[in-house]
């Protein structure tokens, strides 16, 4: 009797696990971004078997899905079978993947299967081609930077002229994509005229440049001129909304910045699952044309660097995880820079003519925060910092050597306080490190300050009042592609959230009271909401 009850207990136990497991795939794929994440956890954690029969059942009801072919492609491979695998991922190709998602990368998942014809064949046909990129970034008077991947380790020319033809180049870098970098490299092109327009040319292992995109390189540093730049973050993957990519290079942006949530990796202990987000999120075709010709700048907020509304204190190497993610995270991306030698992160600054853009990292050095330990810490009379030490120095010493007309502060949430209830996550968490900040400010006598966020997956724009100093504006925005949304904030000057939407931010300080425009327009491109200030009003009396 007591063995019978022993078997029970265990077909019991073995019948709740599979129960609880079903519950938790079932939880996970209310959102398509992450109905192949939860099968790339199960893959990950030598589930694969239970991988291949949830996503067999999606195929049941979306048969041409291309995500879930690959993705069973990737179970299959890692169960050993190779030629249902190949199978697979021949349907995913037929169903519209791009070769890139299965030769580009180091982490792709198929590893095993480079033996195979289809595998092969496909490797060979794509040695000499870019496969995520080319992407723009770092766009100045004079220069720009140009990231891509290739397949495997390749040299990689760019060729940049004022001709369509490339006839005429003007300039030209090259470079070698590294295993250790997965296979990207960033080329520095310098020698450029300022405020001219370009057309560039990528070759790889020796094959003639072929016309990949078109810049136009900004004023000088201090100078007067008209940029116009589109913003946002939330942008979790959803086929149906990727259009946004084209939406938003409709508008025409000189400059594109993605502020946090990005990805939606949710992974920080799996370099697996970060690499599967970022490969399918560069493969897709609409953000490809995008960023070939609109210079990218980007922070990452939680759901890039940890977990939902995450915090783990301010060491570097605690989690263990962090230089990891942020190594990842520098890979796939073409930013001015990355933090400091001494304190490594997302943040940096740079300046477009005589606007002055800083870029904040909210995660790396954010103290632990929970209500218990806020309460501690105002027993202590110790406020908690999302900044850290060594940024929140930079960020002062930046601000007080800056010159600009205008000096925008990006921060991957929001400002204001009452974006988000009385939540811990946003600076209503940190009150004081804020306050520290405006306290700044005004102590400096800083003229010119605007703020953006992202965060909130609707489109805002607040204004924060200040004792004896003019308001600060902020220009909040993050619903690019989520199909989750937040409510509208009524204490907001506007708040939208009937579709996906970004931001536009145009200034001109080539006239006497220089002006930036915010505007915001939904997925479909129609602009809600716009409203001017002058830079007359943003000074102390």
Known sequence: MSRYKSVLMVIVLALLSTLVLALQVKIKNKQYKRTHQAALALITENKAAAAVKSLQALLEKTPKDAETHYMLAVALANLGQEKKAEQALQGALDSGLPPGRIIGGTRTGLGRLAKTDLYKKLLAENLDSIIHGPMLGCIGHDSVRVWARTAREANIEVIVSETSDLSEPAASAKARSKRGGDFTAVLQVSGLKKNTAYHYGIGINGTKPANAGAFRTVEAPGSGLSLRLAFGGGAGYTPQ????????????????????????????????????????????????????????????????????????????????????????????????????NKAPGCYYDFQLGDIHFIMLDGRFYRDKQTKKKKKEAAAKKKAPSMLGKQQKKWLRETLRGSKATFRVICSPVPWVFAAKGDSLDTWNGFKEERNEIFAFLSKEKIEGIL??????????????????????????????????????????????????SFGIVSFDTTIDDPTVTYAIRNIDGKEVFSRTLKRSTLTHK
């Open 241 to 340: 909304h990727e259009r946004m990519w084209n939406t938003i290079n409709d508008s025409k942006p000189d400059i594109l910045l993605l502020l946090g949530d990005n990805i939606y990796s949710d992974a920080p202990q799996s370099p697996e699952m970060q690499h599967y987000c970022y490969y399918r999120r560069q493969s897709r075709p609409e953000f490809r044309k995008l960023i070939a010709s609109t210079p990218v700048y980007t922070i990452w907020d939680d759901h890039d660097f940890g977990v939902n509304d995450c915090s783990y204190g301010p060491a570097i190497n605690i989690p263990a995880w962090k230089k990891p993610v942020w190594k990842v995270f520098s890979n796939n991306w073409v930013n001015p820079g990355y933090g400091t």
């Open 451 to 500: 703020l953006m966020s992202a965060d909130r997956h609707r489109s805002d724009l607040w204004k924060i009042q200040r004792e004896g100093a003019y308001p600060l504006w902020e220009f909040n925005s993050s619903r690019l592609t989520n199909i989750h949304v937040h409510a509208t904030m009524k204490a907001a000057e506007f708040s939208y959230n009937a579709k996906q």
